[in-house]
């Protein structure tokens, strides 16, 4: 690393919006920010002021030509993502980059290729598996206790708010799309974590309420090789904002709901089967503290750089929820974005 404590990652943020703060909010002891990078230099410079060492700049270039910056958060707009992401790389900085990454997937293939190069590791924001109910869900699998599984059913959505129709995201120059490459992208990466690659991609995606050129709901059936089978359902459309994920094994079944704050409390619910069937016993766990998925997920990347491991999700989980989400699309007659880096 470049930074005089080999002990000590030293990063630059690019994007001093909400998620931009959150992240640098979680960075742990070992880590420092050395920039505050955003177009709106005041927004920088409030950000800035709050960690100490920490300068604000408008221009992400002047962070990624200091030799001091280890690593890069990106936390923009979805068009900035890839770019942003691919010149960090290029200049052999590890970089953390809120989902989905880019624009399409050709562009995480550009961002793939230069790592080669370079070495550069690359970690994609999926926080949501850093959530405790999702971990434990995790451990529960991994341990056999719901035996083989078979299938999960998502659901995830919020209900917008008055003009959501005519923020970024409805515009898909930046956003890339609607609702689908917004939330959907979260339920598709923690199907593929817990039952693996999908093979068969199914669904469609639709504009039922909001007035934009962009989805507000999609619907997705996919498949593993081995029949195993994601149901899954995004929408802007819930009126009350909705986080449900259920779990189903040959031996028990998990349901996980809600987020925290404005999507209720975080719980996971464990039923296992018993051996003359019928009701199931039934464990509940309960989450009431705040959410520390922030900054579990930013000591992973942490742990990446220092281990020399590959991140997880890192460019191959993220290409292949991308290159889902353009199925969906491509099937629903939505435009797929092509803008190359």
């Not at 080669?116 to 994609?124: E, H, I, M």
């Not at 999609?218 to 009126?239: D, G, I």
């Not at 997920?297 to 491991?309: M, P, Q």
């Amino acid at each position: 690393m470049s930074g005089s404590n080999p002990k000590q990652i030293n990063f630059a943020l690019v994007g001093c919006g909400l998620i931009g703060r959150k992240r640098a909010a979680a960075l742990g002891a070992a880590t420092s920010l050395r920039y505050a990078c955003d177009l709106d230099l005041a927004r920088a410079r409030d950000l800035a002021a709050r960690v100490p060492g920490c300068e604000a700049v408008t221009d992400y270039r002047v962070a990624l030509a200091d030799p001091a910056v280890d690593a890069v958060i990106v936390s923009t707009l979805n068009a900035s993502l890839a770019p942003i992401t691919l010149a960090a790389v290029r200049a052999g900085k590890h970089a953390l980059v809120e989902k989905p990454g880019a624009l399409n997937s050709g562009q995480l293939q550009s961002i793939r290729a230069a790592t080669a190069g370079t070495g550069a590791k690359v970690r994609f924001g999926y926080n949501h598996r850093f959530h405790p109910a999702l971990r434990l869900a995790r451990e529960l699998c991994a341990a056999g206790k719901l035996g083989p599984l078979m299938f999960l059913r998502g659901r995830y959505g919020h209900g917008g708010r008055k003009g959501y129709d005519r923020e970024w995201r409805a515009n898909p120059a930046l956003s890339g799309g609607g609702e689908l490459i917004d939330q959907g992208v979260h339920l598709i990466d923690l199907a593929g974590w817990f039952l693996g690659e999908f093979d068969r991609v199914e669904g469609h995606a639709s504009t039922l309420f909001w007035d934009m050129p962009v989805d507000d709901n999609a619907f997705l059936s996919l498949r593993t090789r081995a029949n195993q089978t994601a149901w899954l359902h995004v929408s802007c459309t819930e009126w009350k904002n909705l986080f449900s994920l259920e779990i189903y094994g040959r031996d028990a079944k998990i349901a996980i709901d809600g987020l925290g704050g404005s999507y209720g409390p975080e719980r996971l619910v464990f039923y296992q089967m018993l051996p003359q069937m019928g009701p199931p016993e039934t464990a509940v766990h309960e989450f009431p503290a705040g959410d520390e998925s922030w900054r579990l997920e930013n000591e992973a990347f942490a742990e990446d750089i220092r281990l020399g491991r590959e991140p997880s999700p890192g460019l191959t989980e993220a290409i292949r929820t991308l290159e889902i989400v353009e199925t969906i699309y491509r099937a629903s007659h939505y435009p797929v974005s092509t803008t190359p880096l």
